[in-house]
């Protein structure tokens, strides 16, 4: 059965930086591809950044572009989600999930299965 761990979450200022874990459980991760994504109180889930199984491709939520990286370590099986310049509209609950890195990712729909997630807090 597929399950991943989200880890990683907190309280940290604006501008400040976390990193996100995504950890495999009980199966191997390499043949995979995964996506991060987020939901606010009273708003749906948007996807926030998605990667291949080989790492060679990468999508970005326009929100998230030029402030998060999405990478993975196949071996560590865990993929990881690096938020720098953080911003209160990025608080949000952060999940992660196995799909499909194509034109419609970041809807979701074709993402699971869905963990706890991790909450992250930007506040000052």
């Known amino acids: 059965q597929l399950q991943l761990v989200e880890s990683g979450g907190g309280l940290v200022q604006p501008g400040g930086s976390l990193r996100l874990s995504c950890t495999a459980a009980?199966?191997?991760?390499?043949?995979?591809?995964i996506g991060w994504f987020r939901q606010a109180p009273g708003q749906e889930r948007e996807g926030v950044a998605c990667i291949s199984s080989g790492g060679g491709s990468r999508n970005y939520a326009n929100s998230v572009k030029g402030r998060f990286t999405i990478s993975r370590d196949n071996a560590k099986r865990t993929v990881y989600l690096q938020m720098n310049r953080l911003k209160p509209e990025d608080t949000a609950v952060y999940y992660c999930a196995v799909g499909w890195c194509d034109g419609s990712w970041a809807a979701g729909a074709d993402f699971g299965p869905w963990g706890q997630g991790t909450q992250v807090t930007v506040s000052s």
């Open positions: 009980g199966f191997i991760l390499d043949s995979y591809a």
